[in-house]
């Protein structure tokens, strides 16, 4: 099974700030603000991290 | 002291407001309801718009967990770590036991997504149980 590992996360990000959005939210404008945001921060931040652990050795 | 005489006089807090639906009974058949079916309790609530969202989302994040070859783990108290990912992957309710029944879920440890795969299998049982307390407030009048 081939499967990008960015995909899956970009996935995971999605279904993850998806559900807190919608159960810390209740209008859908707010929960749309904050998912965008929070699945944002998601990547951005996993971005961040792989390219600072790229330089170190496993 | 006068604060509180003034609070306590006046105003209504959300623990001191009625609730309606405040029942023993309803509020287990909300929370059995929101774990077995993820969204449910929302549902029966008239959440419907939350109650879809879960509804989709977390069953889907269960079932691509699966598909990446996910292990669903024994509920084993000698590895503590194996016991507390058996704890996750139940709290998804009936996508968990239907896995079962049909086999699935064995884990194959030599696959590249391996890992992912429990990430997605414990991640949607662990947010369910976020929805059966949230599912649990509304009941509550809290929210």
Same mark, same amino acid.
């Given at each position: 099974?081939?499967?990008?590992?960015?995909?899956?996360?970009?996935? $995971? #990000?999605?279904?993850?700030?998806?559900?807190?959005?919608?159960?810390?939210? @209740? /209008? %859908?404008?707010? /929960?749309?603000?904050?998912?965008?945001?929070?699945?944002?921060?998601?990547?951005?931040?996993?971005?961040?991290?792989?390219?600072?652990?790229? &330089?170190? &050795?496993? | 002291?006068?604060?509180?005489?003034?609070?306590m006089g006046t105003k209504s807090t959300a623990a001191e407001r009625p609730r309606a639906s405040a029942e023993p009974w309803r509020l287990a058949t909300v929370c059995i309801l929101a774990w077995l079916v993820p969204g449910a309790g929302h549902l029966l609530q008239g959440r419907r718009q939350k109650g879809l969202i879960f509804l989709v989302t977390l069953p889907f994040m269960f079932g691509i967990g699966l598909?990446?070859? =996910?292990?669903?783990? %024994?509920?084993?108290?000698? @590895? &503590?770590?194996?016991?507390? =990912? #058996?704890? #996750?992957?139940?709290?998804?309710?009936? %996508? $968990?036991?239907? +896995?079962?029944?049909?086999?699935?879920? +064995?884990?194959?440890?030599?696959?590249?997504?391996?890992? $992912?795969?429990?990430?997605?299998?414990?991640? +949607?049982?662990?947010?369910?149980?976020?929805?059966?307390?949230?599912?649990?407030?509304? +009941?509550?009048?809290?929210?």
């Open positions: 099974m081939t499967t990008s590992h960015f995909l899956l996360m970009v996935l $995971y #990000a999605l279904l993850v700030s998806t559900v807190f959005a919608v159960l810390l939210r @209740d /209008q %859908p404008r707010e /929960q749309l603000k904050t998912g965008v945001m929070m699945f944002g921060g998601f990547i951005s931040v996993a971005y961040v991290l792989g390219w600072l652990m790229f &330089p170190f &050795p496993l | 002291m006068i604060e509180c005489s003034d609070r598909w990446l070859q =996910g292990r669903l783990f %024994p509920l084993e108290l000698s @590895d &503590p770590l194996v016991f507390l =990912g #058996a704890i #996750a992957n139940r709290g998804i309710g009936i %996508p $968990y036991i239907a +896995a079962r029944m049909f086999d699935a879920g +064995a884990g194959l440890v030599t696959a590249a997504s391996y890992e $992912y795969g429990n990430t997605f299998l414990m991640t +949607a049982g662990l947010l369910n149980f976020l929805v059966i307390l949230d599912a649990f407030d509304v +009941a509550l009048g809290r929210k």
